[in-house]
């Protein structure tokens, strides 16, 4: 039996609010194969889908926005209201992340409606308060908050570092660095353009599959710890031998399969386009005392080809987006026998595995991952090998 979440009929969230989680599997499940059979891909082995090991208090990075209910009406602070974007939901209550997310987001709204703050208005460019951000490393139980401003107006920020500290000992998991974002970009997109340390680190601390990572502020970190650790192993489980192998792994993010392939093998070697994420990928490796990785700052359609070591496999995890389709015949004209495809979006993953399967591979194995319960999202692994020299 499901918990009554009370801000399903409004919040944009999560779709599946009030369903049973074993209605909410086969959704998600049949979603996947109505794919498969729609792009007429050939399966030899289907896996079925994997449940989610916890369906509440998953996730470890939850981003709030500052705004109303009603135009003009009184503070919110929460997510967006389902079909009006303009519209902000108390989500106090919410069930998907840790209670302490909850008391937070409770401590800080009352704290700027006793100091009088403005909320930031995304059509008149107006107003003060804009996002709160609260992150998890889950084995540390280690919170990193982050309010994220305009620089319009004063902000009081011992202040604020007070509300926190008076809450702090009602909390279960403990305050290791407070941050002040200062955002005046017109996006509705949280942009650093000046960060203050109100106190402690700037990073929090996680371990996945004995290693060590330093989770920045503003890094990629995987959302479900504890759903993507065993998606990662089941995945690596899937290819036959990595040992005394190179390995590609494009679109690596920051690095985290890449440093759990290195563990086992020859050498593997990282491709992402985002230097940041480069950047944070090369302090882990070092953080682990990883040294047969290497991670590449670049387009992975423009440099795929012209990395020296030639690998024997190749592991994908490519954005929302998929693979684009010139970078799909870079990768598959480089000929190696298993690619692993690692996909949080079915649609595009689907329409890639069409193009390598006209492209003379096949493939082996497919399995869904459910790392999100009550939203729409279904992550999946796949197995293809070449069968066409």
């Not at 890639?352 to 591979?361: C, F, S, T």
């Amino acid at each position: 039996m499901i918990k009554e979440c009370i801000h399903k009929d409004l919040c944009g969230g999560c779709i599946y609010q009030g369903i049973e989680y074993e209605e909410q599997i086969k959704i998600k499940e049949d979603f996947v194969l109505s794919l498969i059979a729609e792009n007429n891909l050939t399966i030899k082995e289907y896996l079925g889908i994997e449940k989610a090991p916890f369906i509440y208090n998953y996730r470890n990075k939850m981003e709030y926005t500052f705004g109303d209910l009603v135009k003009d009406g009184p503070m919110t602070l929460g997510l967006h209201q389902k079909k009006r974007f303009m519209s902000v939901l108390d989500t106090d209550n919410c069930l998907i992340v840790d209670p302490d997310y909850n008391e937070i987001v409770k401590a800080i709204k009352n704290h700027a409606l006793e100091k009088g703050y403005n909320k930031y208005n995304k059509k008149t460019h107006e107003g003060l308060l804009r996002h709160l951000v609260v992150r998890k490393g889950v084995r540390t139980e280690e919170l990193l908050v982050n309010i994220v401003t305009t620089s319009t107006e004063p902000f009081d920020e011992d202040g604020f570092l007070d509300a926190l500290k008076a809450i702090e000992s009602d909390l279960n998991n403990r305050i290791v660095g407070v941050l002040h974002t200062i955002n005046d970009s017109l996006a509705d997109t949280i942009i650093p353009e000046k960060v203050n340390l109100l106190y402690g680190r700037d990073y929090y601390k996680e371990n996945l599959l004995e290693l060590e990572f330093h989770v920045g502020a503003f890094s990629f970190f995987q959302t479900n710890v504890e759903a993507i650790e065993r998606l990662y192993s089941e995945a690596i489980g899937m290819l036959s031998e990595i040992e005394d192998k190179t390995i590609y792994d494009l679109y690596c993010g920051t690095g985290t399969i890449s440093q759990i392939l290195a563990k086992k093998a020859k050498k593997v070697i990282g491709i992402e386009i985002v230097e940041e994420a480069v950047e944070s990928a090369r302090n882990s490796a070092k953080l682990n005392n990883i040294e047969n990785v290497t991670f590449i700052s670049a387009d992975v359609l423009k440099t795929v080809h012209t990395v020296s070591d030639k690998p024997d496999i190749i592991v994908v995890d490519p954005p929302r987006s998929g693979i684009h389709p010139k970078a799909i015949r870079e990768i598959l004209d480089i000929g190696v026998k298993e690619i692993l495809y690692i996909s949080c979006n079915p649609k595009t993953m689907t329409k890639d595995l069409k193009v390598m399967e006209e492209a003379g591979y096949t493939i082996e194995k497919i399995k869904a991952y459910d790392n999100f319960p009550f939203t729409r999202h279904v992550e999946c692994v796949v197995l293809i090998t070449r069968v066409k020299e």
